[in-house]
């Protein structure tokens, strides 16, 4: 298994520019989330989904969406970037009942200048 | 609104030594209490969580410690070794929930040979 991939690794946008980050899982997971994590600070959470076709804001979801068209699928978009999006972006699954564990991806770094 | 905190942003220990990390919470009605490693340039990992309904939880060289009194809550690790360098995030599920974690800032632990 693969577990949780992020697609890029990187981008560099401009302000303005829009963009869509994808996340996969191959766990067959109902739960899927988006976390963005700056220098110093904890992950908070962006969007989240609890099934196929269900999306959720999370902490933070101002200047973001998102979409579960397919269960194993969890994009993230950024509309019109701004510099204070720059961040490194998680995506992570989870089992819907039984654990509070939460399998992660890479990450994406994103600079927008 | 309510968050989790950590008492020391940085821990350096020598090899062999045993280690252990703190965290602040003041959510008394989170269920859960999570531990994630994360490791430079990668995505948290799963170590280790604790019911509320418990004090003490051991796993693999790491223990976890609930204080509900205190609302405080450690981790442990016996004989650390350099591959446990990393940054440690404590996590609480939000309101309940079993998905919604709300995560510290971190700490870092660096291992000296």
């Known amino acids: 298994n693969a577990g949780v991939t992020q697609t890029p690794k990187f981008r560099v946008l401009k302000t303005g520019q829009s963009m869509t980050l994808l996340c996969a899982q191959d766990m067959n997971h109902e739960y899927m989330y988006w976390y963005r994590q700056d220098p110093g600070m904890g992950l908070r959470l962006i969007h989240y989904s609890v099934g196929e076709g269900t999306t959720a804001k999370g902490e933070v979801p101002d200047g973001y969406n998102v979409s579960r068209l397919k269960k194993q699928n969890f994009l993230l978009g950024l509309e019109s970037a701004a510099p204070s999006q720059t961040s490194v972006y998680f995506c992570a699954s989870s089992y819907s009942t039984g654990s509070v564990e939460q399998y992660f991806g890479p990450g994406t770094r994103l600079t927008v200048t | 609104g309510e968050s989790v905190g950590l008492h020391l942003p940085t821990l350096s220990v020598q090899e062999g030594d045993n280690s252990i990390i703190n965290c602040a919470y003041s959510?008394?009605?989170?269920?859960?209490f999570i531990w994630y490693k994360q490791e430079s340039g990668k995505g948290p990992q799963f170590i280790i969580d604790?019911?509320?309904?418990?004090d003490k939880r051991q796993g693999q060289r790491v223990t976890v410690l609930l204080n509900k009194t205190v609302k405080h809550l450690s981790l442990q690790i016996a004989a650390t070794q350099p591959g446990d360098s990393a940054v440690y995030f404590c996590a609480e599920n939000s309101g309940g929930s079993n998905y919604k974690l709300t995560f510290g800032k971190g700490t870092l632990l660096t291992v000296n040979p």
């Open positions: 959510n008394s009605a989170s269920d859960y």
């Open positions: 604790i019911r509320s309904n418990m």
